[in-house]
């Protein structure tokens, strides 16, 4: 008897589509362009999209993903003591930090402004470019996110066996250029936005793919170019904008109140149907208002009517396609929708689980590669050709520098059980003080700088807070060193 996969039938779904065996490049090519434009048109004017965008980017990067220096423990086979190490990490995260304040010369925001940006554009058109260029005599000084727009489609080796502004022996793939066994070494980008009110011709630019980083999440082997998050979503997106433009119109209408005058006697031809009859000037149709009374003729009667409300299957359907979208687009319904009247507890926590694990992959397989480590190591070696003349041997610790990178913090369901749980991962060793506040977008010596202005604060004015470690313990009371200076009485 043979057999086969129900999958393999050729049998076409319900939009008539047949599978087909098209590469991820081939496929996402033809479309990228009509589902990047339908993506922002939806963010544009459907309030469910632009929610999912915003609040992605939101818990994607927050108010910026940090990145600190890690100095190595041995160079040259020589251990490093701490004044050491904390000299170089003083250098690396002075010069990070003074490329942060200064890189965003476009739009006059900082590095964790674009951030936010770059995320925008990963989840709502599939990718985004970050273009560097000099500040002054730095190199890589300041950088700008460009969108996917920018990359020249045209490009390509699947449409001409040798594009002309390819070099000879490589590979063209919808404008990212590839060199054999070397892999990305330009990008060819137009000038302008395609979409820009520029007179003149569109034409690209090569670009050296050290210039440029592109930012987007492979979903198959071998994929250059990142399709939108809407693109699963987009269809369901139309329909439930219908349905809630339908569920309006008939939520109108239910607080409306008409009325149908009936007449009797419809056999006698002298019975006057409703509306004016020729000849005479009186209009039947009329409108009703507060206080209003209707006098009728002989034999005709008033039968009030309400117009049919929202139909409980609306409002099913609605809720079910919500779900789809939420689950389509990779974030809990709650989040898409900001309605948390049907969750609870349990349900929160385990829709947070799924949704960090999303996160997780986003930021550390996806943004930290391709935007915020490429970033350090530029800044890097800026700084270590700075130091080039001076110290040689120092130069060459920054320029190999490399940093621990702390996302921001998940979202506390239940605060008291989720620091009480921090607070014993930090004392059972599983993470550190570093990590823990780099999560929360500081770092441990700023950290340790505020915590001692505040003590040394405090101590000059006489105050105990019950908060203070040194004076008071979790339960409130005074710590025992501080009860041995109590004066005994005698």
């Not at 050729?10 to 081939?26: E, L, M, T, V, Y």
């Not at 996160?359 to 397989?365: E, N, S």
């Amino acid at each position: 008897m043979a057999r086969s996969y129900a999958a393999a039938k050729p049998k076409a779904g319900i939009n008539g589509q047949r599978a087909n065996s098209a590469s991820a490049n081939k496929e996402i090519h033809a479309d990228l362009a009509k589902v990047r434009n339908e993506a922002r048109r939806l963010v544009r004017d459907n309030p469910w999209a632009a929610s999912a965008v915003e609040k992605s980017a939101a818990h994607l990067v927050g108010t910026g993903i940090m990145a600190r220096a890690r100095a190595p423990l041995v160079v040259d086979g020589r251990v490093l003591d701490a004044s050491e190490r904390e000299r170089i990490q003083t250098i690396c995260n002075d010069a990070f930090a003074r490329f942060a304040d200064t890189c965003d010369p476009i739009t006059g925001g900082d590095w964790y402004g674009l951030q936010n940006l770059a995320a925008r554009a990963f989840r709502e058109s599939g990718e985004a470019l970050l273009k560097w260029g000099p500040r002054g005599n730095v190199p890589f000084g300041t950088v700008e996110v460009l969108e996917g727009d920018y990359l020249d489609n045209a490009v390509s080796s699947m449409l001409s066996s040798k594009p002309t502004q390819v070099e000879e022996g490589n590979l063209a793939v919808s404008g990212v250029e590839f060199s054999p066994g070397v892999g990305r070494v330009a990008y060819h980008l137009f000038d302008h936005h395609p979409g820009d009110l520029v007179v003149g011709l569109r034409q690209s630019t090569r670009i050296s793919a050290s210039q440029i980083n592109h930012i987007y999440q492979p979903l198959r082997p071998g994929q250059v170019r990142g399709m939108s998050a809407f693109a699963p979503v987009a269809m369901k997106l139309g329909l439930l904008g219908d349905l809630s433009e339908s569920g309006a119109q008939a939520a109108l209408m239910q607080s409306l109140v008409g009325m149908v005058v009936k007449v009797d006697g419809n056999d006698d031809p002298s019975a006057r149907p409703l509306g004016p009859e020729e000849g005479d000037g009186q209009d039947r149709n009329v409108s009703l208002s507060p206080g209003f009374v209707w006098t009728g003729n002989p034999g005709e009667s008033i039968e009030p009517f309400t117009p049919g409300g929202l139909g409980v299957q609306l409002i099913q359907q609605m809720e079910f396609e919500l779900t789809a979208v939420a689950a389509g687009f990779g974030v809990p319904r709650h989040v898409l929708t900001g309605d948390v009247s049907k969750a609870n507890y349990s349900s929160l926590r385990a829709s947070k689980l799924d949704y960090d694990a999303l996160l997780g992959v986003w930021q550390w397989l996806v943004l930290i590669p391709r935007m915020i480590r490429p970033a350090w190591q530029k800044q890097m070696q800026i700084a270590s050709l700075q130091l080039r003349g001076s110290d040689a041997r120092l130069a060459a610790i920054v320029a190999d520098c490399a940093a621990v990178y702390n996302p921001p913090r998940s979202p506390n369901v239940d605060p008291l059980k989720d620091v009480a749980a921090e607070v014993s991962e930090i004392r059972a060793g599983l993470t550190s003080y570093s990590d823990a506040l780099g999560s929360r977008g500081t770092t441990l010596e700023d950290q340790v700088d505020e915590i001692k202005r505040a003590q040394q604060a405090l101590d000059q004015a006489g105050i105990v807070l019950d908060t203070d470690p040194r004076r008071t313990a979790g339960s409130g009371g005074l710590q025992p060193s501080e009860i041995l200076q109590i004066p005994q009485g005698g």
